[in-house]
């Protein structure tokens, strides 16, 4: 079977109008196109460092990606806020020789269900004059399947903070910090609550 060779070629009507198309269009300039701007930082996630074979001057070495840079733990975030009570009292506080003259249980409630029980609960201690509170969120479970994405350990327990510190929460309450192993560990707060005026 023979080819023909006039497949594949353009006829003259064809030319004709791409000759038309590439009058109206403009050579791109590739070089300009696909350099990166000076100014512009690398991104952390993508910035690569050579392992310390190839500092050493070896050949074999390999490049490595730079770790993560996670956001810190909730306990961290916690502990690292600034004291805003007074210092004495907090010390206490954290020794867990304070009482807490209320408390709310919402482990094993749902984020829909926790959060107006909670305001509620805030506010109304607020009220009345109370000074420390304890919320008790639980651990939470474990529901991690192994998958790609990674599953929050204690949704409840990571949620309640952002409440607390959110209006219209954020005007009653004064501190926020983890309870004393006695009252509940990593799995609850003492909710230190503004003077009420």
Do not use: C
Not at 77 to 104: C, H, N, Y
């Amino acid at each position: 079977m023979k080819r023909d060779r006039t497949q594949g070629r353009l006829n003259e009507d064809d030319l004709e109008l791409w000759r038309k198309v590439t009058e109206r269009t403009e050579r791109l300039d590739l070089k300009k196109l696909f350099t990166p701007e000076i100014d512009a930082p690398a991104p952390a996630l993508t910035t690569l460092r050579k392992s310390k074979s190839v500092v050493m001057g070896k050949p074999e070495g390999k490049l490595r990606r730079l770790p993560h840079n996670l956001a810190p733990s909730l306990p961290d975030q916690i502990s690292s806020a600034p004291v805003q009570m007074d210092q004495k009292a907090f010390g206490k506080l954290k020794r867990g020789k304070l009482k807490p003259e209320g408390r709310i249980d919402l482990h094993g409630m749902t984020l829909d269900h926790a959060h107006p029980i909670l305001t509620k609960f805030i506010l109304s201690a607020h009220a009345r004059g109370k000074r420390l509170v304890l919320v008790i969120t639980g651990k939470g479970k474990l529901r991690d399947d192994g998958g790609p994405i990674p599953v929050r350990h204690g949704v409840l327990r990571h949620q309640v903070p952002q409440w607390l510190a959110m209006p219209p929460l954020s005007s009653a309450v004064l501190q926020i910090t983890q309870a004393h192993v006695s009252h509940g560990g990593g799995g609850a707060y003492y909710v230190y609550l503004r003077r009420h005026r």
